[in-house]
């Protein structure tokens, strides 16, 4: 029995969805959890400290580990938005959401689970010799805290959602041209927000820094975050490129042309 074309266009359209929802999803909640973790970009490329002046202070690209899946959630809810609108964005968006949340819950519940003691005495030491208390260092590790799993929540929300408005926005305006200045710019404004939103619920609300900290630290982190916007314009050129052989350029279109139109 031959399948219609419209079937097969369709089972094409329903696969790339979930293989995009898929990526936007384990990216986020990858950088959720490896978020604690705050390296050197300065010691990662072997130069010195930048020590640039913001705010009053001088300060190092001192980054969060979850830079590195961030900018694949960027790319990822770009691409969705323009091959199934603000409705798909929208919807893996909230769903997300709601996974980062089960995750805090249920890393919290692990964190208060008792430790079995030949675990922690097969792992009393570290590598130098020096005594180490593993189920110390796993809570420590894990538990987030309330104010940086509430800040995470409302900035990444606040995020996708004017990410969304902005790309749709700027779609209207540009029409099919211009897809690099829906992109970056939809990124560039939403992550401004994001940038200090994240830290000032997490360390200014709930924690003891001062707004000028805040601002100092949010910057830094916006201004890797603008760079990587830019950066990864060809790769979103090149994801349009295979995303079109794969559904056909014609059916791609007519996907593009609906999500512009969408309500």
Known sequence: MTIPDNSVQEAKRQRLFLLLCGIFLTNALIAEIIGGKIFSVEGLLGVPPAQLLIGGQKLDFNMTAGVVNWPVVFITSDIINEYFGTKGVKRISFL??????????????????????????????D???????????????????????????????????????????????????????????????????????????????????????????GSINYLYKGMVAVLLTPILYLAHYFIDQYLGKEYAEELSHKAMHEV
Not at 105 to 117: E, G, M, V
């Open 127 to 217: 590598k130098e010799g020096h005594p180490f208390n593993i189920s110390e260092a796993f809570t420590r590790v894990f538990n987030q805290g309330l104010g940086i799993m509430i800040g995470s929540i409302v900035a990444f929300l606040l995020g996708q959602l004017l990410d969304v408005f902005v790309f749709s926005w700027l779609r209207r305006k540009t029409g099919s041209r211009f897809m690099w200045l829906r992109a970056t710019g939809s990124t560039l404004f939403s992550q401004l927000v994001d940038s200090f939103v994240v830290i000032t619920i997490a360390f200014y609300v709930f924690g003891n820094w001062d707004m000028k900290q805040v601002f100092s630290v």
């Open 96 to 125: 997300t959401a709601g996974f980062i949340v089960y995750t805090f819950i249920t890393i919290f519940i692990a964190t208060k689970l008792p430790p079995a003691q030949f675990w922690l005495d097969i792992n009393n030491t």
